[in-house]
């Protein structure tokens, strides 16, 4: 089925169907393939999609590899993909402004300039309790590094895993853990070169006038340039059916390298990002690969509200999907 025809009839007559929680739990997450990507579903209602083959706008800012839409837990779309204000932005992903092999560098792939996503391989596999993961090996690639033959060489292998659990009560889990292993020699990334140094795993989110962000100490002011607020964020507002409030928040493994408390929180016209590695250049490996491991936990307001501080330590006490 084309992804068009997919998505219209998850969103048809104002939203999908909401099947009853223990319906929800029996049928578990599936995962349905396109010519585009892969959807993940529960029951009827759809979670994500992951976006596999290369789409544009009007032939500019052409991407792939990254998810968009990602749903609501009442069957509203939460990201945004190529807004006007900043076309290359899109969904859930993860790129750097700054790649190097050796002294030369190689495009922007933070703002899909000279640079690609091959997705080589995916791989769907069952989870304990109804979950479902979504494995890809992609090879970064871009004009400025040929071979012999005038063929671009690829400078990164990425493996990059999405899990999706079943929903609870009033949450639901997603873990995406991305390797990051060089193909040449001397291989670093970067985020943005001014004093903000964004870049890494980020979420383009819709942004209601009554987002709100909140940490472990209460509400989060954003600023300019990065904030240090610790390892999780939650970003509240009027995200759900009808203006019903909803949240999202985004958990950082504690095994990450480097700082896990620095992030650039936008209340209009951009993303959020939990900063790696900042302006700087961290070097990517050929033996060891990079790890960056992130939660995201769709939920639902509700009057007592959840103990992310609870759902962070457990999820900083465990594995994290691989």
């Not at 006007?84 to 402004?97: S, V, Y």
């Not at 292998?157 to 009560?169: F, G, K, M, N």
Request: charged residues 25%; negative net charge.
């Amino acid at each position: 089925m084309a992804l068009g025809l997919m998505l219209a009839g998850l969103q048809s007559c104002g939203g999908v169907n909401e099947p009853a929680p223990d319906q929800l739990k029996e049928d578990g997450i599936k995962i349905t393939e396109s010519d585009q990507g892969y959807l993940f579903q529960e029951g009827d209602s759809p979670v994500l999609f992951y976006q596999r083959a290369p789409k544009s706008f009007e032939g500019a800012y052409t991407r792939n590899n990254y998810l968009h839409p990602l749903w609501t837990l009442d069957g509203e779309i939460l990201t945004e993909d190529g807004p006007e204000d900043h076309l290359h932005q899109r969904g859930i992903f993860w790129t750097w402004h700054q790649t190097y092999a050796g002294e030369q560098r190689l495009g922007d792939a933070w703002a899909c300039q000279d640079f690609t996503w091959d997705v080589q391989q995916s791989m769907i596999e069952d989870e304990p309790e109804g979950g479902k993961a979504l494995s890809v090996k992609v090879l970064w690639r871009s004009p400025a590094l040929l071979d012999e033959n005038g063929e671009q060489k690829p400078v990164v292998e990425e493996s990059t895993r999405i899990l999706v659990y079943p929903a609870q009560p009033s949450y639901r889990a997603i873990d995406v853990i991305i390797q990051l292993r060089a193909l040449e020699d001397e291989v670093k990334i970067g985020g943005s070169e001014d004093e903000k140094g964004y870049g890494g795993f980020s979420a383009r989110i819709k942004m209601p006038e009554d987002l709100l962000f909140r940490s472990s100490g209460g509400i989060v002011e954003a600023q300019t340039t990065q904030v240090e607020v610790g390892p999780w964020v939650n970003f509240e507002g009027s995200f759900g059916k009808g203006g019903r409030r909803s949240s999202l928040a985004i958990l950082v493994h504690p095994s990450n390298p480097g700082s896990v408390d620095k992030w650039i929180l936008r209340k209009s016209g951009s993303m959020q990002n939990p900063v790696y590695p900042g302006r700087g250049l961290a070097p990517i490996s050929k033996d060891e690969p990079t790890i960056l491991k992130y939660r995201l936990l769709v939920h639902a307001e509700t009057p007592e509200g959840l103990d992310l501080d609870s759902l962070y330590e457990e999820y900083s006490g465990k594995d994290a999907g691989g």
